[in-house]
């Protein structure tokens, strides 16, 4: 079964930036990265295909956020710019088998665990 795990999530003031990084153990035909806040249900952040398609961003993220990989296709990277108070969240990275998936939350079949982004005023 495919494990992912997310490092990069820090502490840090209105304008500052991080760059969240995920490893997956295996391929995988989508990646793509969400968030959640208590009480709220997780929200799409960005995502696209292995081979570059179906990329989408939040309306939110447009602009400031952006998702990359590496070539061996199972690191990516989600660098978040001009970070705000109401980016703070816990970001998790997100993979499927399946094109197109990752936009999904219905749709992703694994998880990672999770990493914390607090940003202050």
């Known amino acids: 079964q495919m494990k992912l795990e997310e490092s990069g999530g820090d502490s840090v003031q209105a304008g500052g930036s991080l760059r969240l990084s995920c490893s997956a153990s295996e391929y995988s035909y989508c990646m793509g990265w969400f968030r959640q806040v208590p009480g709220k249900e997780r929200e799409g952040v960005a995502s696209?295909?292995?081979?570059?398609?179906?990329?989408k961003y939040a309306d939110f993220a447009k602009g400031r956020f952006t998702i990359s990989r590496e070539t061996t296709k199972r690191v990516w990277y989600l660098q978040m710019n001009s970070l705000n108070p109401e980016d703070t969240a816990t970001y998790y990275c997100a993979a499927a088998r399946t094109y197109g998936a990752c936009a999904d939350r219905d749709r992703v079949r694994c998880w990672g665990q999770g990493t914390q982004v607090s940003v202050s005023s």
């Open positions: 696209f295909d292995v081979n570059g398609g179906n990329l």
